[in-house]
């Protein structure tokens, strides 16, 4: 089974998100990555969401839920299991920026992501396979 840490990161400027620059065709994504034989999924959200962001030591993650489902690739059954966790932001980040994830699970050289941020409706259409999954589940402040 692949298990997976997603988090959905908003503010007043919306929820965070990311284009691989140098990859034009990678759909865009939300920040999060692989859960690690033996860690606690939560701890693996904290992780990813650094590592990814560089927005490093952040609290106030908080569940939303998880899923799971099969899918084919290559002729090989997969089973994945996502776990989506909401984290608020302070209204005072920058309306985008450029960021290196310096240990990609695949391994390789580091990737270029550019964050930026899009409304709920803009994520729901866009986000990759699925991962926008638990956006309903997520209780915004009116803005």
Known sequence: MI???????TCAL???VFK?????DVPMQVPG??????????DAA??????????????????LGDSHRAFDRDGQLHNLHRTYFHLPLEDSLPDTWDHFESTPSGGGA????RFFWIDIASARA???LGSGEMLDRLILPDV
């Open 110 to 113: 580091p990737i270029l992501f």
């Open 14 to 16: 919306g929820l965070l």
């Open 3 to 9: 298990e997976k840490a997603l988090v959905y990161a």
């Open 20 to 24: 691989e620059p140098d990859f034009p």
């Open 46 to 63: 904290r992780r990813e969401f650094g590592e990814e962001t560089g927005l490093i030591d952040r609290a106030g993650f908080r569940l």
């Open 126 to 128: 866009n986000l990759d």
């Open 33 to 42: 990555g692989t859960v690690e034989k033996g860690e606690p999924v939560i």
